[in-house]
């Protein structure tokens, strides 16, 4: 099952509903805008969550993870499977089998919307103090391969296994090089409304946030 909102974008999609407003020169009516809520929840810390992050937030928020009734670890097994044999879900048999452990752990859990289990940082950019200085690129290097890889790929171009596939199609991160490292840091924290892109505010501190944001400025040209 696809949660509510991937849905909407797959019938976004479909019916060639116009994002936002019409081109200049165009006398159409203005189309209405597609917003979609931010997700208030994010999958609560404990052995796996890193591959429910990565894996389940493709397709679908947290929170349709925990408004599931209680499953045995053989229906979990299921759903997982059918994520991968049916939508396209590059996980590997033996994530899958951790996976479905974390997902077991999860079914009596209810967190509550706002609660955040990372540090925030909200430290501003200033002139001659790029905040790439705080990070460290092999590290951010990790952290891109374990949450980032599967929607933009290796080299960052938005083709990863399941990136074009998306509505909108993941974004080039080589063309990031106009961005400021603040706007960067702000669409990793806070994600971005109407496309797949999560907010990792939640899932990572704000020291493993520079350390991405000092990867993606590697790949720019």
Not at 34 to 50: E, K, M, R, V
Not at 75 to 84: C, F, G, R
Not at 164 to 175: G, K, R, S, V, W
């Amino acid at each position: 099952m696809i949660h509510v909102w991937m849905f909407l974008l797959l019938l976004v999609g479909a019916t060639g509903f116009a994002w936002g407003l019409p081109s200049d020169g165009d006398d159409r009516e203005p189309t209405s805008i597609l917003t979609l809520p931010a997700d208030p929840i994010s999958y609560q810390p404990g052995p796996g969550s890193d591959l429910a992050s990565r894996y389940c937030l493709m397709c679908h928020s947290a929170e349709y993870v925990y408004t599931q009734p209680p499953h045995s670890r053989e229906h979990w097994m299921e759903i997982v499977n059918k994520m991968k044999t049916t939508f396209g879900c590059p996980i590997s048999n033996e994530d899958m089998a951790l996976l479905v452990d974390y997902l077991v752990t999860q079914n009596s859990l209810q967190p509550s919307p706002s609660a955040q289990h990372v540090q925030r940082d909200d430290r501003k950019e200033t002139p001659g103090q790029p905040l790439t200085q705080s990070g460290d690129p092999q590290k951010g290097k990790t952290l891109y391969a374990r949450h980032c890889v599967t929607c933009h790929g290796s080299g960052g171009k938005g083709d990863g296994p399941i990136g074009q596939a998306l509505i909108p199609p993941a974004a080039n991160l080589t063309l990031l090089g106009k961005q400021s490292d603040q706007t960067i840091l702000d669409t990793l924290r806070n994600g971005r409304t109407g496309t797949a892109m999560p907010a990792w505010k939640n899932d990572l501190n704000a020291l493993e946030l520079n350390h991405l944001l000092s990867f993606l400025r590697t790949l720019t040209p």
